[in-house]
């Protein structure tokens, strides 16, 4: 539960920057009411369009309307010219660019999660959409319409959630950057690869919370489950406790019996577990893939691995504790 829960965060987290720098962009601009990392709808005008592309260096631009559609998922609307300009464009698996106001186009993996194919009808802001084409994952968003429609169905005519900027040459991003927050002071003005660095655990609200609760719900589960089955192996072994004990084992003897058992168990639960999120991985590209992400992190595998331990050890303590205590001749006369 652990790896999977923490791997599906940071794989989301991982895959938002990858898709940001699919964009093949160098600077991004955005109002300072929107989060850096968040679902925040339009609040830029549109005319800022020509203000940016008349900056020195700059030699593409391209403007985007975010727009929520429920759990994490979100719609951007494009201006398909702008994109392909800043990008390179997409590359279509299946179909092609749009062709009319109403027209869709999704990532190969949106497609998938959904049984969408070229030509298909698919609800998105309460309204069906055709699918004009399907694209290979990893540049800006998995879901995009037509810009213009987008802000007509959003009541955000004329406005932008983000500014996407390329330049002439990525060496002079900084001088640009600072050349434009002195004329916009009030807008969140960042290279994109200092962008992406925010798609972190700790710069997202509230993540490194629910991490925490995941890892105190496994460490009581964990507690839980070993101290029930430490308890009630014990109950079953206390004739051969019995048996030990009167052929003059000590209670140190029996404690570290149990407590032997114990690691063991939690080292086969921990690799079960490190195999368990690869199969989870699969079971999430299998069926969500549009959704979820989930990614194999190593470094938490020290980390579960000793949570485990801990939390089996600490459930063991009473059942080794009992076991110990035990008097040979009652052990002996047990049923």
Same mark, same amino acid.
């Given at each position: 539960m652990m790896l999977t829960l923490v791997g599906v965060c940071e794989g989301m987290l991982e895959d938002s920057a990858r898709r940001a720098r699919g964009v093949g962009a160098d600077i991004w601009v955005s109002s300072s009411t929107n989060a850096i990392i968040g679902l925040s709808t339009a609040g830029m005008s549109e005319k800022y369009l020509d203000f940016f592309r008349k900056q020195p260096h700059v030699v593409a631009v391209m403007g985007t309307v975010i727009q929520p559609v429920g759990g994490v998922k979100t719609v951007t609307g494009i201006d398909l010219d702008?994109?392909?300009?800043?990008?390179? /464009?997409?590359? $279509?698996?299946?179909?092609?660019?749009?062709?009319?106001?109403?027209?869709?186009?999704?990532?190969? $993996? $949106?497609? *998938?999660? !959904?049984?969408?194919?070229?030509?298909? =009808?698919?609800?998105?802001? !309460?309204?069906?959409? *055709?699918?004009? /084409? &399907?694209?290979?994952?990893?540049?800006?968003?998995?879901?995009? &319409?037509?810009?213009?429609?987008?802000?007509?169905? =959003?009541? !955000?005519t004329g406005k932008l959630s983000q500014i996407w900027l390329k330049l002439d040459d990525p060496s002079n991003t900084q001088s640009v950057i600072a050349s434009l927050k002195s004329q916009l002071p009030g807008y969140s003005i960042i290279s994109v690869e200092e962008l992406t660095s925010l798609y972190s655990v700790n710069n997202v609200p509230g993540l490194k919370a629910f991490i925490g609760v995941v890892i105190t719900l496994s460490i009581v589960v964990g507690f839980l489950v070993v101290f029930l089955s430490m308890y009630t192996a014990v109950l079953e072994r206390t004739r051969e406790i019995g048996i030990l004990k009167a052929l003059g084992a000590s209670s140190a003897y029996v404690l570290n019996v149990i407590f032997r058992e114990t690691i063991m168990l939690a080292f086969a639960g921990t690799i079960a577990g490190i195999v368990l999120s690869y199969g989870s991985r699969w079971l999430i590209m299998a069926v969500v893939p549009g959704s979820l992400t989930q990614k194999i992190i190593p470094a938490w595998w020290l980390v579960a691995g000793g949570i485990a331990v801990t939390g089996a050890l600490v459930g063991a303590i009473y059942p080794a504790w009992k076991a110990a205590r035990q008097d040979a001749i009652e052990a002996l006369s047990y049923e």
């Open positions: 702008e994109f392909n300009k800043i990008s390179g /464009g997409f590359k $279509y698996l299946a179909g092609g660019p749009f062709r009319n106001p109403d027209d869709i186009i999704v990532d190969e $993996y $949106y497609a *998938r999660e !959904n049984h969408l194919h070229v030509g298909s =009808t698919v609800q998105v802001l !309460n309204r069906p959409w *055709r699918v004009c /084409g &399907i694209v290979e994952p990893g540049k800006l968003a998995r879901i995009v &319409i037509p810009r213009r429609r987008l802000q007509e169905l =959003t009541a !955000n």
